[in-house]
Every structure is written in C-alpha cells, then in structure tokens.
C-alpha cells in the first residue's frame, strides 16, 4: 500500500483500516471520547516532558480525530474540506496570507465575509499533501507561534477538542466542521513547533494497516 498524500486520502485509510470495525462497536460519542482519552495520555507525557512519547502519541490523536470525523452522522465529515472552508491559504480572522497579526487584535470569525468566500476559490492554492497544508499553517502563523511556548500551543489544542465536544452536543454541524478544522490547525502548529512531519510520524505508526494487530482490516479484540 502507498502513503496516502492528501488530508482525505488520510482519513480514508483510516476508514478502510478500522472503519468496519468501529461502525460495529462504537458511536461517534465513543470515538469522541477515544480523541480525549489520547489527548488526556497527550497530558500526560507533556507534564512529563517526555518529547519522544509526545510525538509517539502524536498519529493516535490524529487518528481518532480522523475517524471521529469518518463516523458523524449522516454521511461523515470530510476533513479536508472543513479546514479548506476555515483556512482558505489566509488566516480567516485577519485576512493575511502570511505572517498573521490576530496576537495584537481581537477579531471575530465570520463566516459569511465576501472576501473570505474569494478566497475559498482560489483551488489552486489549496494544499495536496499533507505537508503542503503544514507549510502553509507555517507560513500563516508561523512567525507568531515561534513566540509562544510549547505548552500553550498544546493548550489550544486541548481547548479545541473541548470545542468540538461542545458543537457536537449542540450543534450546528457548521460549527462542528469549523472546530475540527482548528483542533486540525493547532495539531499542526504543535507538529511544526517540534519539527515534525506529521505524516511521517503517522506513517511510521500506522503504515496501511492496524498498529497492534498489523491488519489491513483491524481485527483487534474490544477493549
């Protein structure tokens, strides 16, 4: 099997991996709460300061969250296309294409903006591969991520999943399509502040097939 490329080509290898599997035993609330639980292991090894297992960790949160996505009703959440609608090549609250100004300013998101619309548009600057849209997060908020600690930009993440529990409960599904996109956002950020390739990582644990029981179909036991 080839390494998927594209964040969709990602998220369908972790369909056909485990897809079978989790739509028999678990409901999107189960799989939600699998991306907290290795978002809370995440914690752990942070509070550590254990870098290697941080990163080990790594591919189990975005492979939950992928499959969270793989699992809302009624058709699925496409991923790539949620972050391309939050995060058309621009910040989508300062409107930069690089070198993002939102640290010095409060902006709200909105949704609707004419020009925001413009740039959903523009296809051609959308990333393929995986780390095209790494290098593109990089080029729009590297420079003010260089400023903050590790620990903080570990911290919106954790506050981005919390999100997505909350647009999940309540809804709308625009909402929950916009907070998966920045829980994508910041697993990103926090890869590029470790200089990781997050599809290399994820690919070095799950390289077509279940980590545990090495089948391209999981067969592995409910735990």
């Keep these: 099997m080839e390494k998927p490329q594209s964040i969709r080509q990602w998220q369908g290898l972790f369909f056909s991996i485990y897809g079978a599997r989790n739509d028999e035993i678990y409901s999107p609330s189960d799989i939600l709460l699998h991306?907290?639980?290795?978002?809370?292991?995440?914690?752990?090894?942070?509070?550590?300061?254990?870098?290697?297992?941080?990163?080990?960790?790594?591919?189990?949160?975005?492979?939950?969250?992928?499959?969270?996505?793989?699992?809302?009703?009624?058709?699925?959440?496409?991923?790539?296309?949620?972050?391309?609608?939050k995060y058309p090549s621009v910040c989508p609250y300062c409107l930069q294409e690089k070198n993002c100004t939102c640290i010095s300013q409060e902006l709200k998101y909105k949704d609707d903006r004419e020009l925001l619309e413009k740039?959903?548009?523009?296809?051609?600057?959308?990333?393929?591969?995986?780390?095209?849209?790494?290098?593109?997060?990089?080029?729009?908020?590297?420079?003010?991520?260089?400023?903050?600690?590790?620990?903080?930009?570990?911290?919106?993440?954790?506050e981005e999943i919390g999100e997505i529990s909350r647009a999940f409960r309540l809804g709308p599904r625009a909402e929950l399509e916009?907070?998966?996109?920045?829980?994508?956002?910041?697993?990103?950020?926090?890869?590029?502040?470790?200089?990781?390739?997050?599809?290399e990582v994820t690919w070095q644990t799950y390289p077509g097939k279940c980590r545990t029981c090495l089948k391209e179909k999981c067969q592995c036991p409910v735990i």
Aim: glycine fraction near 4%.
């Design 35 to 85: 991306v907290i639980e290795e978002m809370a292991e995440l914690a752990e090894h942070l509070r550590k300061e254990d870098r290697e297992s941080v990163v080990k960790n790594i591919p189990d949160v975005f492979g939950w969250l992928l499959a969270f996505c793989n699992t809302c009703e009624p058709t699925g959440i496409d991923l790539e296309n949620a972050v391309w609608h």
């Design 119 to 158: 740039y959903r548009n523009r296809m051609k600057q959308k990333p393929f591969i995986l780390d095209g849209w790494q290098q593109m997060f990089e080029r729009i908020y590297g420079r003010v991520n260089k400023i903050k600690f590790q620990v903080q930009i570990w911290f919106h993440l954790f």
């Design 178 to 199: 916009a907070e998966l996109a920045d829980a994508f956002a910041w697993l990103v950020a926090a890869c590029n502040k470790l200089q990781i390739s997050l599809s």
